[in-house]
Each structure stands twice: as structure tokens, then as C-alpha cells.
């Protein structure tokens, strides 16, 4: 279980949903559980381990799932990557409303469609 700053503070909302939310595609990216006690330590906090990389676009490449080899482009992994560090604003009212992350979701899936 993780702990958004909201959740902590009691208060469930659309914005903490959105948080949430963040941490999925955080764990979709790096293949990698929101809390892991196996991992060493300062990384078994997934949040906090990976917010330094993927709020820049060069570093990004550390926390993608090396499983995944060359089955995405970087540039929609970065695009993804930073829909998430929106999404876990530590100040609620920064993150984007779901339905930004959908259309911003979408807009991905479009271009990799048009690509093909």
C-alpha cells in the first residue's frame, strides 16, 4: 500500500484518485510494485525512488522496465513519465483532472496508431 499526502491528510477526492493513478503508471513503466520491501533500501518507496528520473527526460530511461526491451518509443515512455509526475503533484490542486490524463492517455495511443 502507498500513501498519498492526501489519503494521509484523510481526505478522499477526485485529485487524490488522480495520485493514484500516477503510481499505476509508475508501476506500469518501471514493472515494479508502489512498495517494495524486497528492493534496497531507499528504493522500496517507488515514488519517492523514481520521482528524480522521470522529472527529467534523460534520466527517464532508469526507471523503464528493462523487460519491456524495444516494445515502446522513448519518446511516448518520457510523454507517459511525465503524465505521472503531474499526476503526483505533492499539491493536489497542480494535478491534472482525470479527464486531462485520458485525453493526454488518448492522444498517445493516437499518435502511435498514425505512426504505424
Not at 513503466?29 to 528524480?52: C, F, I, T
Not at 515502446?72 to 490542486?93: E, F, H, N, T, W
Request: aromatic content about 6%.
Amino acid at each position: 500500500m502507498f500513501f498519498s499526502p492526501t489519503l494521509c491528510a484523510g481526505h478522499l477526492t477526485a485529485k487524490s484518485d488522480v495520485y493514484s493513478y500516477g503510481v499505476v503508471l509508475l508501476e506500469l513503466l518501471s514493472g515494479q510494485r508502489a512498495l517494495d520491501k524486497n528492493r534496497p533500501p531507499g528504493q522500496h518507496n517507488l515514488v519517492e525512488w523514481a520521482r528524480p528520473y522521470i522529472t527529467n527526460k534523460r534520466r527517464v530511461i532508469h526507471v523503464l522496465d528493462s523487460r519491456l526491451g524495444s516494445q515502446y518509443s522513448l519518446p511516448a515512455a518520457q510523454k507517459i513519465a511525465g503524465l505521472a509526475v503531474q499526476c503526483l503533484s505533492m499539491d493536489a490542486r497542480c494535478r491534472p483532472g482525470m479527464d486531462q490524463v485520458v485525453t493526454a492517455l488518448e492522444q498517445l495511443q493516437g499518435a502511435k496508431k498514425a505512426a504505424k
